[in-house]
């Protein structure tokens, strides 16, 4: 009698341990990036956006050198706050809605509320105050630009690396990612704005044969931990611990290598940066595709952005031939018939993208879009990047 209740006990024990693991598994997202890579569809913006505009920026009263080293990291009801990662104008500038250029601060130099590079930014969503990493500091202002504090990271740990992928956590606290490319280590640190380290997680021990990517990623309260080390992502905790599985990458057969369009794709992987976007409906991604010619040499690589849509669980390739027969990135833009969107940056309901003056007025002349050509006929060649915004749905 007592064996089998003894059996039934542990059958049911059984059952319920597969069916919590099979549940589990089933909270897994699985991102075809294979099926991404070979998919036609056009991602429309209607999908997704319910509204786009065109900003200029700052034209005739800052010069920008080029798109691409426009950042925006944080926007209030009034302004943008934007950085740029050009020598002449490294720092924080201040725009209006409309792009008008109202300020700047932050002063270059080596002292304490100084700088000398901007590697990443973030804005606190209690008080707006903004955290730039400077290498191996984090310099802490107000949105107006008074100086608030410096943590010399350096300093306090008593070891050599650079701040990466910062988040503030509170008004009094931030955390942020270690590097030490040397030792091959990447750790998650937390620490109030007086200095005191709140707690240290090892990410990559150290000794590794490829220093990795890695991302500390937040949406909707849910941390979340991306690496080129592995095919998942995992949540974690305030303290970097690993909760579970959100996100399983499926590389399918490019991960060891195949044939695509005529180029041999190998070792495809997750390139992790804060390019990751994510909102209610989808994420974006972006990818490192190494080609190889048939000798096994690296030719060259390509970045695409891939679209997991939360929503029917799909994945796309942000990468099409349009109307024009031109290869373009981005979503297509069936809202007002102008260029294709590729973002760059999410902040809040909108997401960004930025262009140099010559390439948008010859986007404009080859699109049915009224808004682009109007700014267009204000722009010159030589003008200043322009900004789109595509507010989400």
Known sequence: MKSNFFSITLIFILFS???????????????????????KEVVDMTDYFSSIEYV?????????????????????????????????NRGCFKFTKDGKYVTSFIEKGTWTHEFTNVDDIAACKENGNIALCDDNKVV???SDGEWVTTLFVYHLLGESGCVKDIHFTG???????????????????????????????FLVPGNEKRFPYSQISEFGGELKYFSQQCDTVYTVDENFRILGAKYFLDFGEYRKGKVLSGYKYKNVRLLVNRDIMETDNFIILE???????????????IIDKILYDKRNQKSLLLRYY??????????????????????????GNRMYQFIDAAKFIDLAGKCRSEKMKEIAARLKPSSNPVMIVAKLK
């Not at 909270?27 to 070979?38: K, M, R, Y």
């Not at 040397?182 to 704005?193: F, K, P």
């Open 140 to 142: 802490i202002f107000t």
């Open 17 to 39: 341990a597969i069916q919590n693991m099979l549940f589990a598994q089933n909270n897994i997202a699985t991102i075809d990036i294979a099926g991404a890579l070979e998919s």
């Open 287 to 301: 990818i490192l595709f190494p080609v190889y010619s048939n000798e096994g040499i690296e030719q060259h690589r």
């Open 322 to 347: 349009n109307s024009l027969n031109l290869k373009a990135e981005g979503f297509n833009n069936n809202i007002d018939g102008g260029a294709p969107f590729l973002p760059s940056y999410l902040v």
């Open 56 to 88: 200029p920026l700052g034209e005739g009263q800052l010069w920008i050198p080029e798109a691409t080293t426009c950042k925006i990291f944080y926007a209030d009801k009034e302004n943008y706050y934007l950085t740029f990662g050009s020598r002449k």
């Open 171 to 201: 008004a009094d606290k931030v955390r942020f990612l270690w590097y030490q490319e040397s030792a091959g280590r990447v750790s998650a640190i937390s620490m109030d704005l007086k200095g005191n380290v709140l707690h240290r997680e």
